[in-house]
């Protein structure tokens, strides 16, 4: 097979395998009301520990476990290992008899999240990165893009299988749709070639530009970037989480708050693969001032404007600003290979787009929600968010500036 051709199949399997799991993993906010319906609404907190606790799984497993596991095996393999996953995940689920099985399935869905998302989206296709020349940042963003539409499918999905049938059935349903397309991953994308060892190893490594992980720790645009991704993430996921609440809170109905958030997810699947294009084009810098400018556009104009004028068009015009911070995800690899080269790009990006990311993400309902609660007001909690994106963005830029990269190419300076 010619190398072409199994580039293809790479993009093509990971597409797949990003669909499903990131589809899996969306499902959660369809199924709460039946889970209240079923243990009582006074409950709700304790439920929504399963989406906590599944983050900061998610955020442990791709920080410290991500490259280990991927020295061991291949991404088709990993896929594999998704899939049952998530059939454990959605038995769990649908045989819960306690709140306490929920939380724990919160656990393998965050383990599923981490292993069969963003970053091992990127790992299967880095072997191919000289197959696509000047558009990788292009099949990044179509990979990465894919599990933005498996996230929108999937919230969906469940909503019509739940007028036919019992919320359990629905869960196995959807065990039965992940396992198949996360073995469709594994049989499409082609089996890599063993590791080298040994000497020749050595020197393909020592020929590979770039820092390894170790030495990217060390340096202080690590930790800008791990912050800078994290606040990003805080900010763009409070903000969606509490939209509905928020024009529910100025008159708008629940249905149309919902759409609301079904008009976020649609264009943000747009920007995530505009994202790529957007990075050829001007860069990594440009890439953060697309994402952070608009989001924090948005966020203000709902906090300072919106209660005054309660219309739809301006809560859309709002969303749509908004749904620029999907390219957080974007920014992660891209930002990785720019500071620290591709040496060691599939060990120091998760924790990137995994670790920080969704550390952010377990963070993201407590830091915005308790100043809401705390403040009374959701405007204050909005501005919030829109200072600490900012803060994220100047957090990047001071990495950039910080550049290990360069010393690296010119050790005198």
Same mark, same amino acid.
């Given at each position: 097979?010619? *190398?072409?051709?199994?580039?293809?199949?790479?993009?093509?399997?990971?597409?797949?395998?990003?669909?499903?799991?990131?589809?899996?993993?969306?499902?959660?906010?369809?199924?709460?009301?039946?889970?209240?319906?079923?243990?009582?609404?006074?409950?709700?907190?304790?439920?929504?520990?399963? $989406?906590?606790?599944?983050?900061?799984?998610?955020?442990?497993?791709?920080?410290?476990?991500?490259?280990?596991?991927?020295?061991?095996?291949?991404?088709?393999?990993?896929?594999?290992?998704?899939?049952?996953?998530?059939? %454990?995940?959605?038995?769990?689920?649908?045989?819960?008899?306690?709140?306490?099985?929920?939380?724990?399935?919160?656990?393998?869905?965050?383990?599923?999240?981490?292993?069969?998302?963003?970053?091992?989206?990127? $790992?299967?296709?880095?072997?191919?990165?000289?197959?696509?020349?000047?558009?990788?940042?292009?099949?990044?963003?179509?990979?990465?893009?894919?599990?933005?539409?498996?996230?929108?499918?999937?919230?969906?999905?469940?909503?019509?299988?739940?007028?036919?049938? $019992?919320?359990?059935?629905?869960?196995?349903?959807?065990?039965?749709?992940?396992?198949?397309?996360?073995?469709?991953?594994?049989?499409?994308?082609?089996?890599?070639?063993?590791?080298?060892?040994?000497?020749? +190893?050595?020197?393909?490594?020592?020929?590979?530009?770039?820092?390894?992980?170790?030495?990217?720790?060390?340096?202080?645009?690590?930790?800008?970037?791990?912050?800078?991704?994290?606040?990003?993430?805080?900010?763009?996921?409070?903000?969606? *989480?509490?939209?509905?609440?928020?024009?529910?809170?100025?008159?708008?109905?629940?249905?149309?708050?919902?759409?609301?958030?079904?008009?976020?997810?649609?264009?943000?699947?747009?920007?995530?693969?505009?994202?790529?294009?957007?990075?050829?084009?001007?860069? %990594?810098?440009?890439?953060?001032?697309?994402? %952070?400018?608009?989001?924090?556009?948005?966020?203000?104009?709902? +906090?300072?404007?919106?209660?005054?004028?309660?219309?739809?068009?301006?809560?859309?015009?709002?969303?749509?600003?908004?749904?620029?911070? $999907?390219?957080?995800?974007?920014?992660?690899?891209?930002?990785?290979?720019?500071?620290?080269?591709?040496?060691?790009?599939?060990?120091?990006?998760?924790?990137?787009?995994?670790?920080?990311?969704?550390?952010?993400?377990?963070?993201?309902?407590?830091?915005?929600?308790?100043?809401?609660?705390?403040?009374?007001?959701?405007?204050?909690?909005?501005?919030?968010?829109?200072?600490?994106?900012?803060?994220?963005?100047?957090?990047?830029?001071?990495?950039?500036?910080?550049?290990?990269?360069?010393?690296?190419?010119?050790?005198?300076?």
């Amino acid at each position: 097979m010619d *190398t072409m051709k199994k580039a293809r199949r790479a993009v093509l399997g990971a597409c797949i395998a990003l669909f499903a799991n990131m589809g899996l993993n969306s499902t959660f906010s369809v199924f709460l009301p039946s889970f209240t319906a079923q243990w009582g609404e006074e409950n709700l907190a304790t439920i929504a520990l399963s $989406a906590t606790f599944g983050c900061i799984m998610t955020f442990l497993c791709t920080t410290f476990l991500f490259s280990v596991l991927l020295k061991k095996t291949q991404p088709r393999v990993v896929f594999l290992l998704c899939g049952v996953i998530a059939v %454990v995940y959605c038995l769990l689920c649908s045989f819960a008899s306690g709140i306490w099985m929920i939380i724990l399935a919160g656990l393998f869905g965050g383990i599923n999240l981490a292993f069969g998302t963003h970053a091992m989206g990127v $790992a299967t296709i880095t072997p191919y990165f000289g197959s696509y020349g000047a558009k990788v940042s292009t099949i990044i963003a179509l990979v990465l893009a894919s599990a933005s539409v498996g996230a929108t499918a999937f919230s969906f999905l469940p909503g019509v299988l739940l007028a036919v049938m $019992a919320w359990r059935k629905v869960y196995l349903v959807i065990m039965a749709v992940v396992l198949v397309l996360n073995v469709m991953a594994y049989v499409i994308i082609p089996k890599q070639a063993g590791p080298e060892t040994g000497a020749a +190893a050595a020197v393909q490594e020592d020929a590979m530009p770039g820092l390894t992980k170790k030495q990217a720790v060390g340096t202080p645009s690590f930790w800008l970037v791990f912050f800078g991704i994290l606040f990003l993430a805080i900010s763009y996921l409070g903000i969606s *989480t509490y939209m509905p609440s928020l024009l529910t809170t100025f008159g708008m109905t629940q249905s149309t708050a919902s759409a609301m958030q079904g008009v976020m997810q649609g264009v943000g699947i747009l920007f995530v693969f505009l994202g790529g294009t957007i990075s050829s084009k001007l860069g %990594v810098k440009g890439l953060i001032l697309f994402t %952070v400018v608009p989001l924090v556009v948005g966020a203000l104009l709902y +906090a300072l404007v919106y209660p005054n004028l309660a219309v739809i068009w301006l809560a859309v015009i709002c969303s749509v600003l908004c749904v620029t911070g $999907a390219m957080t995800s974007n920014i992660c690899p891209v930002i990785t290979a720019t500071l620290f080269g591709n040496k060691d790009l599939n060990a120091i990006n998760p924790i990137f787009s995994g670790g920080a990311f969704w550390g952010g993400a377990a963070l993201a309902t407590q830091v915005i929600g308790r100043i809401i609660t705390a403040t009374g007001s959701f405007s204050k909690g909005y501005i919030t968010a829109a200072g600490i994106c900012v803060a994220g963005m100047v957090l990047l830029f001071a990495a950039l500036a910080a550049n290990p990269m360069k010393k690296a190419v010119n050790p005198s300076k």
